[in-house]
C-alpha cells in the first residue's frame, strides 16, 4: 500500500473552525489510518525516538514557523481521501494553512509531481481553538506559522516521519526534496486519522488498546504489529472489504488516570472509557472493535481491582453498541507479564488480577466473540511469556517479558480467527 506523506500548516490566525465533508454519493467514508492521540508533546512513551531537542527546542512553544513531513500507511485506498486534524490536547488555536498530500519516495523524499493542495470548506486554512478536530479532504504534510503552543501528538508512531527547521517556514510549493527536513521522529503530530472514499460494503475493524497494540518491541518501520499483520490476512482473503486501524496507546488504562488534562498530562493518554468518543466513534465506517486493555490498571500506575476493569469494559461495550448498531465487539485476553523487567509490572498480584480479569473476558458474556493472545504467547510451564517473543525487535537487546517482539506480535494475529472478527455484512 502506498504512504502518504501530510503536510500541514498551522498558523495562529482567527477563522471558523470548517464542516467535516459530506459522506460521497454511492459509497461512503471509511477510515483506513488512525493514531490516537495523546500529548501534550513529550508526554508519552516513544521509542526510538531521535534527539528532538534541535527541532523542537521548546516544548512549551511546540513548532515554531516550520514544516513536518508525517509519514502515515492507509490500509485501504480509494480515489479520494480526507484527513482529521486534531488540536485535542492543545492551549492555544492552531492554523492549518498550506497543506499538502503526496506520495512518499523514501525518507523526507516526495514522488515528484504528487503533491495536492488540500483545503477546508474550499479555503486553504482552517483554524483549531483548543479542544478542537476538523476534517479535510486528502492527507499531506504539516507547516506550522509562528508558536503552535503545546503539540498534540501520537508518541510511538514505530514510523519515521521529518521535521524542518524551526524558522524555516513552509515547504515551497512544488519542492519534492528532502534537503529541507534534516530532522527525524519517530512520532505523529496533529494528524490523527485519514479517511478513504470506499463502496458502501467497506468497514473498518479497530484494534483499540495500549502498547502491546501500539506496538511496542516490534520492528521500526517494518508495518508488523499484530493489526498490521491481521490487515495483511483479512486483505489476502476479502480484499478491500475491511480496513484495519490501529488506536493503541502506550500505557494506556480502562478506567484511569482519574484527571487527563493539557496541563496535567498522563504517559498513557486518556483512559480508554475517556477516549472512545474521538478514538473509536469519531471514526468512519467502523464494523468491528477489537479491545485489548486492562493490563496498565493492574500495575502500579494504576493497581485497580479486576472488578472495576470489568465494570469499564461492561461500560465501554454498552457505550459501542449504543453509538454503532449492529456493531461487532471482540474481546482479547491479555498477553503474560509475569516477572517482566519493567518496574510497573511483573508481580504475581498483577498476575492474578490479569488471570481473573481474563476469565471475565473468556466467560462473560459481554462480549460477541473472543480472541484469546495469552494462549498464543503464554508458556504453560511458567506461565511467563513464551521465551522467542522476548527478544526486543526495535532496538535489540533481552527484551521486557511485557510486549511482545515481532515473532510474538505474528503469533498474536495467527490466533485470531478471521471470520470472528469481520463485520457483519
Known amino acids: 500500500m502506498p504512504r502518504l506523506v501530510h503536510l500541514l500548516a498551522a498558523a495562529l490566525l482567527l477563522a471558523p473552525v470548517a464542516v467535516p465533508a459530506q459522506p460521497l454519493p454511492g459509497g461512503h467514508w471509511v477510515t483506513a489510518w488512525a493514531g490516537s492521540v495523546q500529548g501534550p508533546y513529550p508526554s508519552g512513551y516513544a521509542v526510538a525516538q531521535p534527539d528532538l531537542s534541535f527541532a523542537l527546542p521548546n516544548p512549551a512553544h511546540g513548532a515554531h514557523d516550520q514544516s513536518m513531513r508525517m509519514i502515515v ?118 494528524l490523527d486519522a485519514v479517511d478513504m472514499a470506499m463502496p458502501p460494503e467497506t468497514k473498518a475493524i479497530v484494534a483499540f488498546g495500549d502498547s502491546i497494540t501500539d506496538g511496542t518491541n516490534t520492528t521500526l518501520n517494518g508495518e508488523d504489529r499484530w493489526p498490521d499483520v491481521l490487515a495483511r490476512r483479512l486483505h489476502a482473503a476479502y480484499g478491500e472489504r475491511v480496513a484495519v486501524v490501529n488506536t493503541g496507546i502506550g500505557g494506556n488504562q480502562v478506567v484511569g488516570p482519574a484527571l487527563y488534562a493539557p496541563d496535567h498530562p498522563f504517559a498513557g493518554g486518556q483512559a480508554a472509557l475517556q477516549r472512545l468518543d474521538r478514538d473509536v466513534l469519531g471514526l468512519s465506517g467502523v464494523g468491528t472493535v477489537i479491545v485489548l486493555e486492562g493490563i496498565n490498571d493492574f500495575g502500579n500506575d494504576g493497581n485497580a481491582s479486576p472488578e472495576a476493569v470489568e465494570a469499564g469494559m461492561k461500560t465501554l461495550v454498552a457505550r459501542l453498541r449504543a453509538a454503532l448498531p449492529g456493531v461487532r465487539v471482540v474481546g482479547a485476553t491479555l498477553t503474560p507479564a509475569l516477572a517482566s523487567s519493567n518496574p510497573s509490572h511483573g508481580s504475581a498480584a498483577e498476575e492474578t488480577k490479569r488471570q481473573t480479569l481474563n476469565a471475565f473476558i473468556r466467560s462473560g458474556g459481554v462480549f460477541d466473540a473472543v480472541v484469546d493472545f495469552d494462549a498464543a504467547t503464554r508458556d504453560a510451564g511458567s506461565g511467563e511469556m513464551r521465551a522467542e517473543f522476548v527478544p526486543n525487535s526495535t532496538t535489540g537487546g533481552a527484551g521486557d517479558k511485557l510486549h511482545p517482539n515481532r515473532a510474538g506480535y505474528q503469533a498474536m494475529a495467527a490466533a485470531i480467527p478471521l471470520m470472528v472478527v469481520l463485520p457483519a455484512p
Open 73 to 190: 500507511r492507509p490500509d485501504v485506498w480509494g480515489d479520494v481521501a480526507r484527513l482529521r486534524f486534531s488540536n485535542a490536547l492543545g492551549t492555544q488555536p492552531v492554523t492549518l494553512d498550506a497543506v499538502h498530500v503526496a506520495l512518499q519516495l523514501s525518507g523526507a523524499a516526495l514522488v515528484p509531481s504528487t503533491t495536492r493542495a488540500v483545503s477546508f470548506d474550499g479555503r486553504p486554512f482552517v483554524t483549531l481553538p483548543p479542544g478542537a478536530e476538523v476534517w479535510s479532504d486528502p492527507v499531506a504534510l504539516d507547516y506550522v506559522v509562528g508558536d503552535s503552543g503545546p503539540l498534540t501528538w501520537h508518541a510511538k508512531a514505530m514510523t519515521t516521519s521529518y521535521l524542518s527547521r524551526p524558522g524555516a517556514g513552509a515547504a515551497p510549493a512544488g519542492d519534492d526534496s528532502e534537503l529541507g527536513f534534516p530532522f527525524s521522529t519517530t512520532s505523529w503530530f496533529l
